[in-house]
């Protein structure tokens, strides 16, 4: 929407009009609250309020999301099968609250006034889960910690931090960063007359919970805390993890081929900056734990790099395994054909495979500077490139009159 600051026939509500209606409002009584859609992105009203969606991270001001039950506001009867599952939206609303947000959802009841038997389902399933977890939701602000678990969520108050688990660990135990608070008892939202074991070690709080989920939808657990939890500073964790391939290369072209992978811990003063290298599929290559892959046969093979600090935090890379050059050797027929085996040039030796010899052969940097110069034979086709950096370079091949040109990658 564009923001005039003088009306126009596609923008004839303007800024001034907004703050007037605002100003008018609260005149009337000051403790009436108005939403940004006086004019929404500007910054008005005593609230932001996105509708249908949840905003990533904690908004700089307050803000409550709208939401419908089977995107219909009002009834719609070709939307009576569309109710969505009341597992979801439950889940919206801890995700709203653990973010500082406030959830609103929206009935459309028929035109009698009664609620649908959809409706009416969801907001039962919201009564029994809130009868035991309502606790966990009215009165809480956002999660302690900077990241957000792939199990679930946290919310907070007061001497209570309350861990919302949607995928129950199939291990029995369930690992969160440790508190800097006192902690005086662990137990289940909806047992809380018996403790629960937990051990607080190197950074992390690890809780030993039952075999079996107490709620489908989101179980919840209560750490009893000494004041406001508040995350531990005493051990730095990896919070993100990315992964560098030598030259940006994202293929090998050879069986036996190596690529050298490295990965990039954040922050850079973590405690532990080490990873766990792992491969979805080890008949394809194998890595060391220097991040050092090898090719075995074709295909594309995803490297996981994993912090070795506890915090579990994950990334991936997608490697191609593509022999096709390498095996294409045997079958050059056409005149003034040149192969760079391998391409990217994984050691100190580059191999050259020609129809046609003797070859004149000059290898430019990325700007443009002669770097290395020989003239090869049929009998030695081989580049000793040891004193080539890592990175891009562009090789001319001489046949008389005629120029082959191909560019390659020294890892």
Request: a positive charge.
């Amino acid at each position: 929407m564009r923001k005039s600051s003088s009306p126009t026939l596609t923008d004839w509500w303007i800024k001034a009009d907004a703050v007037d209606l605002y100003n008018y409002v609260i005149g009337l009584d000051s403790t009436i609250i108005v939403n940004e859609r006086v004019k929404r992105d500007l910054g008005l009203g005593d609230f932001q309020c996105p509708e249908q969606t949840i905003p990533a991270a904690p908004l700089s001001r307050q803000w409550e999301t709208c939401q419908t039950m089977n995107s219909a506001w009002g009834y719609d009867a070709s939307k009576e099968s569309l109710y969505r599952p009341a597992k979801d939206l439950i889940r919206e609303l801890v995700t709203t609250a653990s973010r500082d947000g406030n959830y609103l959802l929206n009935i459309g009841p028929k035109g009698d006034g009664t609620v649908t038997a959809g409706a009416t389902s969801i907001l039962n399933s919201f009564g029994d889960w809130m009868k035991i977890y309502s606790e966990s939701i009215y009165g809480t602000t956002r999660s302690p910690f900077s990241l957000e678990p792939t199990w679930g969520l946290y919310t907070k108050k007061q001497g209570k931090l309350y861990i919302h688990v949607f995928s129950w660990p199939s291990n029995g135990i369930l690992k969160i960063p440790s508190l800097s608070n006192t902690i005086n008892k662990v137990c289940l939202l909806n047992d809380t007359s018996t403790a629960i074991s937990y051990v607080d070690s190197s950074g992390y709080l690890k809780i030993s919970l039952p075999a079996t989920a107490p709620s489908t939808i989101n179980s919840v657990i209560v750490v009893n805390v000494s004041g406001t939890p508040a995350a531990s500073t005493e051990h730095i964790k990896v919070t993100r993890i990315t992964i560098n391939s030598s030259g940006g290369v994202k293929t090998i072209s050879h069986i036996g081929g190596t690529l050298q992978l490295t990965a990039n811990v954040i922050p850079s003063n973590a405690e532990n900056k080490t990873v766990r290298w792992a491969l979805s599929d080890t008949t394809l290559a194998s890595i060391n734990t220097g991040g050092l892959l090898t090719a075995k046969k074709n295909g594309k093979v995803t490297v996981y790099a994993t912090a070795d600090d506890g915090s579990d935090i994950t990334t991936k890379i997608v490697i191609t395994v593509d022999t096709s050059l390498a095996n294409s050797i045997k079958s050059i027929t056409r005149e003034n054909t040149v192969l760079i085996v391998p391409n990217p040039v994984t050691g100190n030796i580059l191999n050259l495979v020609s129809d046609k010899e003797p070859l004149n052969v000059c290898i430019y940097d990325i700007i443009g500077n002669k770097v290395l110069e020989k003239k090869l034979k049929s009998s030695d086709m081989k580049l000793n490139v040891a004193a080539l950096n890592k990175g891009i370079y562009i090789l001319k091949a001489n046949y008389g009159n005629e120029i082959i040109t191909q560019k390659f990658d020294k890892n």
